[in-house]
């Protein structure tokens, strides 16, 4: 699995910016995919998630109203798009994705050790 972020940049505080993530070499009927953020001194925190094929999305509660996750399964790419972007939203942003071949129940836990594969990640940096 590969994964491989853009998006990112420089915005002024209540802007918004969309991140993307192209993923290939998914080989179950499966995945969570998630995007985590990284800011420096601090662990991986995880931001929105959901699962290939379902409905269901998964927030933590910083982000909720203002941050949407979304797929394209034709594109191969899922999207986190965010707005009213605060200056604690100043990160590395990664996408990271596990099969769901034992289920999928977990991928509304946010933790970013059930996770396999990650992409390098896109920096977003806000400024007020």
């Known amino acids: 699995v590969q994964l491989v972020e853009s998006g990112g940049g420089m915005v002024q505080a209540g802007e918004s910016l969309t991140l993307s993530c192209k993923f290939s070499?998914?080989?179950?009927?499966?995945?969570?995919l998630a995007w985590f953020r990284q800011s420096p001194g601090k662990g991986r925190e995880g931001v929105a998630a959901l699962v290939t094929g379902g409905r269901s999305t998964h927030y933590v509660d910083a982000v909720k109203g203002r941050f949407t996750i979304s797929l394209d399964s034709a594109k191969n790419t899922v999207y986190l798009e965010m707005n009213s972007l605060k200056d604690e939203d100043s990160a590395l942003y990664h996408c990271?994705?596990?099969?769901?071949?034992?289920?999928?129940?977990?991928?509304?836990?946010?933790?970013?050790?059930?996770?396999?594969?990650w992409g390098p990640g896109t920096q977003v940096t806000v400024s007020s």
């Open positions: 070499g998914f080989t179950y009927n499966s995945y969570c």
């Open positions: 990271a994705a596990d099969n769901g071949a034992g289920g999928t129940w977990w991928c509304k836990d946010l933790d970013p050790d059930e996770y396999s594969s």
